[in-house]
């Protein structure tokens, strides 16, 4: 069992930078593909960024590529989530996941794992 916490989120005005956080609680991330998803209001969970495990590459949606960069670190099983030239439109609760699988899915389906969300608000 693996548990996702979340940390990072918080208020921010549009241009500016947050980072997230997604700690293994318990458990190891060794062999699982980790990665971010966010809720907006009204809307469905949507892929935002996945990073493989061993090589670790790296994979974003469309409206986050440039803006935003994923990076893990093994040994402290954590992955992060670097925001920058934020926009109110991406104002949403952020959730961690992992698979175990060389890649994450773009979808939500086949995720084994979720953290519990952190909320990003970013004001205009």
């Known amino acids: 069992q693996v548990q996702l916490v979340e940390s990072g989120g918080g208020w921010v005005q549009a241009g500016g930078s947050l980072k997230l956080s997604c700690a293994a609680s318990a458990g190891t991330v060794r062999g699982y593909a980790m990665g971010w998803f966010r809720q907006r209001p009204g809307a469905e969970r949507e892929f935002v960024a996945a990073?493989?495990?061993?090589?670790?590459?790296?994979f974003y949606g469309d409206s986050v590529e440039g803006r935003f960069t994923i990076f893990r670190d093994n040994a402290k099983s954590t992955v992060y989530l670097h925001m920058n030239s934020l926009e109110p439109e991406d104002t949403a609760v952020y959730y961690c996941a992992a698979t175990y699988a060389s890649t994450l899915p773009r979808g939500t389906a086949g995720i084994d794992y979720w953290g519990k969300g952190t909320p990003v608000t970013v004001s205009s």
């Open positions: 990073i493989s495990w061993g090589a670790g590459r790296t």
